[in-house]
């Protein structure tokens, strides 16, 4: 089997339109199977497609877009339009996002589950071109439009094996990439003739010689994420209940402890790197996507030093 890598980049955190497809650019010619943008301050639509219509072979994803802020119609539309411009060459990441992101922008999520089932049932009728006639007859997508969704809890594993062709995770350990192949296949068993599920897993990458730098690096990129909820319980049962228990305080940094960052993260050496990595893939990811350190070098950092 092909071992494929993606590279997951966050670029609504100041990045201008040029260094988008640059990084594009520069991941496709490194040989990187996927880019995918994460919808953080930006449109991760028009986002992906400015990644796709400056490249040629490298598929372009969203990482994940907020069901929040589209209309399912209006999504799969956006989505047929951006797989036609790239022949085919676009995956659509959809998921829930996270309270206190969906809270500041004034959006209410009391049922993700469901509202996600919805979203994602509804989005791949409208690309198979059913729905109702709106001004003329809706048509099918030009390309079949892959969809995955994020999911953290054995819930929303069984949901994207239910309805999906993959599923987006992040922060998992490669015991808890072990763990979901079960939750996948109840899923997968709901729905026999959909192909195999897809395990993609964002893998936060920082890479240098000085471990302890690396960590540090680590505590300082990732410190946000411990104050999400969902990541909050994805710890807990994960089996670091002090560490949530910390994040739940507000003690972000700290709550990154060596034992934690080494389970979730790519650190040190790149040799190291591909040792953590080749784990991931043989507990059972089949698409990688490395998330380096924010900012345009950092990408650029990891691109180079995966460069098949």
């Known amino acids: 089997m092909v071992e494929r890598l993606g590279l997951g980049v966050i670029p609504g955190v100041g990045w201008n339109a040029y260094e988008v497809q640059m990084i594009a650019r520069q991941a496709e010619e490194a040989g990187f199977d996927a880019i995918c943008a994460a919808e953080v301050n930006n449109d991760v639509m028009a986002t992906a497609q400015l990644m796709g219509i400056v490249t040629t072979q490298i598929t372009v994803a969203t990482w994940i877009a907020n069901i929040y802020l589209r209309h399912p119609y209006v999504c799969a539309q956006g989505a047929a339009f951006i797989t036609d411009a790239t022949g085919g060459r676009f995956l659509l990441g959809l998921g829930v996002s996270h309270q206190p992101v969906n809270r500041a ?35 099918p997508a030009a390309y079949p439009v892959p969809v995955y969704v994020a999911a953290l809890a054995s819930p929303a594993v069984e949901l994207g094996g239910e309805l999906a062709d993959g599923i987006m995770p992040f922060l998992w350990s490669t015991a808890r990439v072990t763990q979901s192949k079960v939750w996948a296949a109840r899923g997968r068993a709901k729905a026999p003739d959909l192909a195999p599920l897809d395990l993609t897993l964002g893998l936060p990458t920082f890479i240098g010689d000085d471990l302890e730098a690396m960590r540090t690096a680590a505590r300082q990129n990732l410190a946000l994420f411990t104050t999400f909820p969902f990541f909050q ?11 949530a228990t910390r994040m739940e305080r507000g003690i972000g940094q700290e709550a990154l402890t060596d034992r934690l960052l ?45 460069r098949c």
């Open 105 to 139: 922008l004034g959006i209410d999520m009391p049922a993700p589950q469901a509202a996600l089932r919805r979203y994602v049932t509804a989005v791949r009728s409208w690309l198979r071109g059913e729905g109702p006639v709106t001004h003329i007859p809706q048509r």
């Open 233 to 243: 319980r994805l710890f807990r049962a994960m089996g670091y209940p002090e560490e």
């Open 262 to 306: 080494d389970a979730v993260c790519l650190l040190g050496p790149v040799t190291r790197c591909r040792e953590q990595l080749e784990a991931f893939r043989t507990a059972g990811v089949d698409l990688p996507i490395l998330m380096p350190p924010m900012g345009v070098e950092a990408a650029r950092m990891v691109i180079r030093a995966f």
